[in-house]
Nanobody, 122 residues
Framework: QVQLAESGGGLVQTGGSLRLSCAAS????????MGWFRQAPGKVREFVAA????????YYADSVKGRFTISRDYAKNTVFLQMNSLKVEDTAVYYC???????????????WGQGTQVTVSS
């Protein structure tokens, strides 16, 4: 199983930027889809973005298109989520996850990180 560890969360003002990192270890993530999900208090966990480790195809939720960018670094075995033009409604715990299929459904992801808090203040 893949082990995932997120970092980079924090407190930022509206309109600011943050970059989240997700370091993968354990088995290789070749051919995996690496995704980011988020969960705000009292809400269900929702899909944010995903990238195919090998092909680089990317997928985004409509709510973050044009503001967030997902990427990966082969040498560091790390996936990034660059978040720009942050809004208060982006406040959530952000989770990194790995799946063998392209999916927006959290139940298709079988490895998860512990999460990192992102708070956007007005």
């Amino acid at each position: 199983q893949v082990q995932l560890a997120e970092s980079g969360g924090g407190l930022v003002q509206t309109g600011g930027s943050l970059r989240l990192s997700c370091a993968a270890s354990g088995r290789t993530v070749n051919s995996y889809y690496m995704g980011w999900f988020r969960q705000a208090p009292g809400k269900v966990r929702e899909f944010v973005a995903a990238i195919h480790w090998d092909g680089g195809n990317t997928y985004y939720a409509d709510s973050v298109k044009g503001r967030f960018t997902i990427s990966r670094d082969y040498a560091k075995n790390t996936v990034f989520l660059q978040m720009n033009s942050l809004k208060v409604e982006d406040t959530a715990v952000y989770y990194c996850a790995a799946s063998r299929r392209a999916s927006h459904n959290q139940y298709d992801y079988d490895s998860w990180g512990q999460g990192t808090q992102v708070t956007v203040s007005s």
